[in-house]
């Protein structure tokens, strides 16, 4: 028996946990989020978490020539439900808005070339994208790996240049759109500051709580 539940105990430290459901949200709570890196600067081809499995899924081409500016990825144990959508309607006047039933997409500004996704990181929240897809909210946290020399030192959304705060923007207004569509499925309602980065994370951790509450 000794030697069956030290079996069971080393196959659980083998295994690894899901990325959405089996890391907590905050490495530090308040301060430093964990982050699982999806997609990379140079990835052509999107990447996405798959929910019921845990592994990375080819999701679909990345269309056109558009890439994403930063590392992209999900903040785990977090959700875009009805608390996310009721913060996004009251702050942009869109009172039909509903959540995207995804984790809450982070982007995360980092100096170094990275060859692939499937990582977790430690990163710091400075502010946010707040993006309307139809009638659905879809917040981008935007945050700062901790121990980047670059932008570690980057405290509020202002601190991030200016044109790379604009190459987000385009990525997000244009990443499913071709380029020569008449109207736009998606819109970015603002940017916002690192206090409302916070509460839109607190929001996201209490839809997700609200959804799963069988998850310790």
């Known amino acids: 028996m000794t030697d069956a539940r030290s079996f069971v105990q080393q196959a659980r430290q083998l295994l690894q946990v899901h990325p959405w459901h089996g890391i907590p949200a905050w490495a530090e709570p308040g301060t430093v989020l964990n982050a699982f890196i999806e997609l990379v600067p140079r990835d052509t081809v999107k990447y996405e978490l798959d929910s019921r499995t845990g592994h990375l899924r080819l999701d679909r081409p990345q269309r056109f020539s558009n890439s994403c500016p930063t590392l992209y990825g999900l903040v785990p144990r977090t959700l875009g439900g009805p608390s996310v959508s009721s913060r996004s309607a009251?702050?942009?006047?869109?009172?039909?808005?509903?959540?995207?039933?995804?984790?809450?997409?982070?982007?995360?500004?980092?100096?170094?070339?990275?060859?692939?996704?499937a990582f977790l990181a430690r990163v710091r929240p400075v502010g946010g994208i707040r993006t309307i897809d139809g009638g659905t909210a879809d917040d981008k946290i935007i945050a700062v790996l901790e121990s980047d020399p670059a932008y570690g030192g980057v405290a509020d959304v202002d601190g991030v240049p200016a044109g790379l705060l604009e190459r987000l923007r385009h990525y997000f207004l244009t990443y499913k759109e071709p380029p020569d569509a008449m109207t736009r499925r998606i819109s970015v309602a603002e940017v916002f500051d690192r206090e409302e980065a916070l509460e839109v994370v607190r929001r996201a951790e209490a839809d997700y709580a609200a959804a799963f509450p069988q998850v310790p």
């Open 90 to 117: 009251e702050r942009t006047g869109h009172a039909e808005l509903v959540g995207d039933g995804d984790p809450l997409d982070v982007c995360v500004l980092f100096e170094r070339r990275i060859r692939r996704g």
